[in-house]
């Protein structure tokens, strides 16, 4: 079995203030949408999913591990909470 370095939360962390470069999963009225953040809350892209919040999730994951930053979900106006970090310590 292959052993991944990351930081998997074992706690609920929230924030309101997601760091530049990571993935924010929101929920509209009909689809899921994934956004980059770049900075003073602004978004880069965005990728939009139906067919329910699963889809959206796993694509965030997919990019977050790729470029070793996290998702989040969106909770509320400003508020976020983890879904998963790859960070390193360097990072």
């Known amino acids: 079995m292959q052993k991944y370095n990351r930081r998997v939360a074992n706690t609920e962390t929230f924030t309101s203030d997601v760091a530049d470069g990571d993935f924010v999963v929101t929920e509209r009225d009909t689809r899921w949408l994934v ?34 930053t996290a998702a989040w979900l969106r909770v509320e106006e400003r508020r976020f909470r983890l879904i998963e970090s790859f960070r390193t310590d360097s990072n």
């Open 35 to 68: 956004r980059r953040v770049v900075g003073d809350r602004a978004s880069q892209t965005t990728w939009a999913f139906e067919g329910g919040q699963a889809p959206a999730v796993a694509q965030a994951l997919i990019f977050a591990r790729h470029d070793r």
